[in-house]
């Protein structure tokens, strides 16, 4: 493993859930972090809760501009950018029939956008220094589709699809999709159906913590360069899914 402690991390959707746990984790490896996103209530108490060189800056990810000016704001205040961890991400589950359109464009917006928002930002950076590294968070929703999951399947393929498509493209830049099961957090807190909220109070009822996914997301840190994780998958051990 190698000393992460000269690295310049950029995380999104760290105001709660598998983000804010992997500030927590990459913070006490002593990285130099910028935490964003839209909560910045929450960001500014985490923040300062963790000391050191950790900053915040309200981002929203589907705004192209917006990722921008965060991985800009990064570049000035450390000098570089060296990993960028795309976790932002929604997931208002619906069955196809019941035509929730308007969140269907939202998970699009957050899950693809959002990571693709982040490329764009983070790409010409890494490639122009010759080292980099994306963290895509998918899901084992990358990997199969379920009833009520549909559309936020396809976004977490269209993850995984982006991310192994830096690997193939780009020699000198990594690209590690992490793939959680089910994760106590804030996800699918916004489900407005029905049949769909109470399949994932099943689903929570075998959950791991966010620390886990912290985990594997700083084991694949801290690889040595000539070392690219490709995926991790993580799951409860109890549990289906």
């Not at 972090?33 to 300062?48: C, F, H, M, N, Y």
């Not at 000035?76 to 932002?88: C, E, H, K, M, P």
């Not at 619906?94 to 693809?112: F, G, H, Q």
């Not at 360069?225 to 993580?234: A, H, K, N, T």
Request: charged share 25%; hydrophobic share 45%.
């Amino acid at each position: 493993m190698t000393d992460i402690s000269d690295k310049v991390i950029l995380i999104t959707g760290a105001s709660s859930g598998i983000g804010e746990a992997t500030a927590r984790e990459l913070a006490a490896r002593g990285a130099r972090l910028l935490l964003g996103a839209r909560r910045t209530d929450r960001l500014e108490k985490l923040a300062a809760e963790l000391g050191g060189a950790v900053a915040f800056r309200r981002l929203d990810v589907s705004d192209r501009a917006d990722f921008e000016a965060f991985v800009a704001d990064a570049e000035a205040r450390f000098g570089r950018v060296d990993v960028i961890v795309n976790n932002a991400g929604v997931m208002p589950l619906s069955p196809l029939a019941a035509l929730k359109t308007d969140e269907w464009d939202r998970m699009i917006d957050v899950n693809v956008r959002g990571v693709l928002n982040g490329v764009a930002a983070g790409l010409p950076r890494f490639v122009a220094q010759g080292s980099g590294q994306f963290v895509n968070v998918a899901s084992l929703g990358a990997h199969y589709v379920v009833p009520t999951g549909a559309v936020y399947c396809a976004t977490k393929f269209a993850v995984w699809a982006i991310t192994d498509g830096i690997r193939q493209e780009h020699k000198d830049v990594r690209a590690t999709i992490i793939s959680p099961g089910v994760v106590e957090s804030e996800l699918g807190s916004d489900i407005t159906d029905a049949t769909a909220s109470a399949a994932m109070e099943e689903f929570r009822a075998v959950a791991i913590t966010p620390d886990a996914i912290a985990r594997a997301i700083r084991f694949a840190i801290e690889q040595p360069d000539d070392v690219d994780v490709s995926e991790i998958i993580v799951r409860p051990t109890r549990g289906d899914f």
